[in-house]
Every structure is written in C-alpha cells, then in structure tokens.
C-alpha cells in the first residue's frame, strides 16, 4: 500500500515536472516566431500603416503573429474562463454557452442511445436466435461513421441542431448494444438457477439478477459511447455550426485566432475527461468482485 | 412410513438415439429422511438432482412428490449448489434476503430481515452478514448457501456436492452443523457426494450408482448406526466398518463390473453387516 502512495505521488511530481518541460519548450518556440514578428515590423517602419493594414500586417494588433505562446493563450484563456455567458449575437457567445450546446446535445443523444440500446441489447442478449438474426445488421451498421449519416439526417430531419443529436444517438448506440447483449448472454448458469428455483419472476429475474451481473460490462459500453459521442460532437459541429465548441473552434479558425482555437481544444480535452471521470465513478458503483 | 418423493424409471441420453448416461433409475424418499447418492463422475448424479430439482428434464421416466409430477423449479424444493452461487454483488444478508423475498413477496421489510439473520445465524455467520461473497471463504460461502436454501423452508432440499470443494477441517464443521440443523428441523434432504465418510455420517440411506453411460442405481444400502452419531464417535459403532467396507467395495470394484438391470427392477436394498454378508451379489426384486 505504501508502495503503491508513493508512487502515484511520484507520478504527480513527473506529472507536474513534464507539464512545466512542455510549456517551457512551447515557450521558448514561439518567443523565436515572435521576435522574427517583430523584427518584421521594424523592417516595415516608415511604411504606411494604411499600406501595412492592408497586407495584414497591420502593427496594431498582435493577434495574427504566427503561433501563440502559452503566455498568450493562458491570457485568452482566463479572458473566456471569466466572462463564459456572455452573448454577442450568432457568432460570438461565451465558451460556456458553447461548452452547454454541446453538452446538452451529446446528453440528449446519448440518453436516448441508452433507451434504445439497453433494453434492444437485453433482448438480444436473452435471445441466440435474435441475436443471430439482428448480427448482420449490427456488424453493417456498426462501422459507419457517424457523420456518413449527416446528409441522411439533415435531409429527413430538416433541422441541423437534431440531426447532430441524431448522429450522437446513432454512434453511441453501438458499443452500448454490443456490450449489453454481451453482458446478458455472460450471466452465469447457476445464478439463473437459483432464480429458477426461487421462482423469480421474469421482471424480478431481469432486474435483480441479469441486470447486476451485466452492469459492469453495460457501463463499460457506455463509457466507450460516450468517449466516440465526445469526438464526434465537434465535427458534427463543425459540419452544421450555429451553436457548440466544434462550431467555436470552426469560427475561430475562420477569424485565424489560433490562440482561441488552442484554448477550445483544451476544453474539449478537459471536458471528455470529465465525461470519461463520471463513467468511471459509475462503473466503480456497479462492478463487483467475483 | 409415508411416500414423500417418488422416482419412477428416470433416464437421459443428451442427443436423441444416443446410449443414455442413466437409465431406469428408481427410488424414493420418505418425510424427513436423509438420503445420499454416491457414484463416480459421468454416472449422471448432478442430472438427476437437477430433474428432481426441476432445473432439467429427464428423457424417460418420473418424478413425483407428493403425489404430483415434478415439471419444473420450485419454492418446494430447496438446492445448495455446488458452486455456491451466490450473487457476489450482495451481501450475506442480501443474499439470503433475496431468497426470503422470492418466498414471500408480501413481508414486511423488517420481518424479512429478522428471518434472514436468523438463518444466517444458524448458519454459524452472525457477524458477517455485511460482507460480500468475495471477502468470505470456501467454507462460509458454503453455508450461506445452506442458509439461502434453508430460509425458504422448504419441503425438501436437494444438494449438490456442497462440501466437495472445501478442505476437510471445514467440511467436518459443516457437516455437524448440517447434521445438527437437519436433526432439529427433520428436513427431507437428497445429498450428492463422492465421500463415503460424509455418506455414512449424514444419509439414513446410501443410493450407489454404476458407472456411466447406462447407469443405474444398483443398490440401496441402509445405515445401520444409530442416529445419534458424531464424527467424532462414530467409527466406535460396530457397523461401521462393515458399510464403509461395503461401500468403498462397491465405488473401488463392482461399479466397474455392474450389469445393467432389467427395466422396471427396482434396486434391492442391503444393511451390510445384518441381513447378507457381502460376498453373494443381491439378489434381483421384481416389481409388479
């Protein structure tokens, strides 16, 4: 035990000391693209700056000089995390507006993945005959990309915000099914059994027993959809845009703020590790020691 | 002496035409007796008490108790299996609770509970009711087994080499509290086990079955000694070498050479020791 604390507090030490390399590295990498910036500008000096404005070169902004430093996004950075809720029109709300669109879209989705899926898989899993019939289906649908389904949906839906929920719904689906059918189909002999001799009904027998045993191999399935959902919810953004982190980032690069687009792929990183977080809290909840 | 279970020409082939694993298996058990049936591996032992369980069906034959064929898992009939099979993510308590309210559906909470520790008391478990089947051993996983099957009173209890994968400190204490809990609740109880000792302790009769494919029950041995024995004391009854003799005889040698009976002979029954030495074969009985 007291092994296994010191290393986890040595990891945290390398942790910290890799983090601090790795900016320090980003730093002193972008200082050299900055001066050469700025060199560029004094090079120009004596120009107009109307002429200068009009290359983009204009010397009173900062914001296009080459990559930015870490400096330079913590900036940006603390500028977003402290004002998140405002809303300047269509293409300029806070980060946690965004950050809530696409949230509220891969829940939506992914609770109705989980509606679907649970119960379809505990069929399937209950049944070899279905589960023989329904494979095919499973084994074509299954490796389609979910934004293969974009124009599908945008065409049966009309609406661009559903037809990101549906393609959140559709790529969630499938380790969900896969992993419930399994997780049933695994439920041991002699459980069953004892429920037989018990004259456990159907229901009780599905919940109390089937349920349980294949709870740690649901949430698992689970954990694995919500991980695809989270990738695919930027690029579907992107695709559709109006509101969302994928769309943020997809704007950001169209107004070449690198420094925004660098700070909205921390946040979808720092987000799908939340996300990632809770389902494992959940499958610590329903696992079990056989 | 009242007929409590009845099994008429039992008999299972696994695929249609092929030579059965047992065949014209007869036997029965009366209220509160406690019967063993010892044979080796692939005679089919687990079969049968799945079919007397209603977990599996035989290819011919019946089983009745109570004067009502048996046709599929009840309350009526308790199993201790050999796995265990608990439910690992529940406690001890929840485990049996769980078979408490299977029972009935309809009990007050509280009520449930008081029965289900009272079990688990019986059990020799009080103190561990919280803990999951993971934290307990071979032994204690074992008895809430026996107390799962226990607390469902139900009319008769069918096991299924419970002990068989404990070590033989543990196996001995549970076998006196098994004896100990079957003696003060007078419970119906059919036992399989590959040890004779276990057998001669526990059954009031032994049932001996050949060897596989095409195994019968090829005699009945009645325990001789007297109910009142301990492991401790009963290797002093004078019968007792006697049946172990007959008995280890039997698994050691004429399972082997064992010609399969008539259909519809019922086995003979033999008190080794009393009524026929053990050198002539039993004689055949011919039902009506």
Known sequence: MVGAQRRSALAAVLSVVFLVLLLLAWHLATLQSASSVASAAVSTAGVDPEYLKLLGKDPGTTKTTGFPTPLQIGEAGWKHITNPFYDNGPNDKGIAIQLGHSLLRVGLGFFIACLVAIPLGFVIGMSPLLSEALNPFIQVLKPISPLAWMPLALYTIKDSSTSGIFVIFICSIWPMLINTAFGVAGVRRDLLNVAATLEVTPLRRAFLVILPTAAPTIVTGMRISMGIAWLVIVAAEMLVGGTGIGYFVWNEWNNLSITNVIFAILVIGVSGMFLDFLFARLQKLVSYVD | ?288
Not at chain 2, 82 to 88: F, N, V
Not at chain 2, 136 to 152: D, H, N, P, W, Y
């Open chain 2, 1 to 288: 002496m009242s007929e409590f279970l009845k099994v008429e020409a039992l008999g299972k082939s696994f695929a249609p035409g092929a030579m059965p694993v047992f065949e014209n298996v007869w036997f029965d058990i009366t209220k509160g007796e406690f019967v063993c049936i010892i044979g080796h591996s692939g005679c089919g032992k687990t079969t049968i008490l799945n079919v007397l369980a209603g977990l599996d069906r035989a290819t011919t034959g019946n089983v009745f108790m109570m004067k009502r064929e048996v046709k599929g898992p009840s309350l009526e009939r308790g199993v201790v299996f050999q796995s265990h099979a608990l439910m690992p993510w529940l406690s001890v308590k929840k485990n049996v609770l769980f078979a408490v309210n299977s029972r009935w559906p309809d009990l007050p909470r509280d009520e449930a509970e008081t029965r289900a520790l009272r079990y688990i008391e019986m059990v020799g478990l009080k103190g561990a009711e919280h803990k999951k089947p993971s934290e307990l051993s071979g032994g204690m996983k074992q008895r809430v087994g026996i107390a799962r099957a226990f607390c469902i009173e139900p009319k008769m209890l069918l096991l299924d080499e419970p002990f068989g994968a404990l070590d033989a400190l543990t196996r001995g204490t549970i076998q006196d509290e098994l004896l100990r809990i079957v003696q003060a609740t007078h419970q119906t109880v059919f036992m399989i086990t590959h040890d004779v000792d276990e057998a001669m302790l526990l059954a009031d009769r032994i049932l001996l079955m050949s060897n596989g494919p095409r195994a019968q029950i090829a005699e009945i041995v009645q325990n001789t000694m007297t109910r009142e024995r301990t492991r401790n004391t009963i290797h002093h009854d004078p019968q007792y070498y006697r049946i172990r003799n007959h008995l280890v005889d039997f698994l050691v040698n004429r399972s082997k050479e064992y010609q399969p009976r008539e259909a519809g002979l019922q086995p003979p029954t033999v008190k080794p020791g009393i009524e026929s030495d053990d050198k002539p074969r039993p004689t055949l009985v011919r039902v009506a």
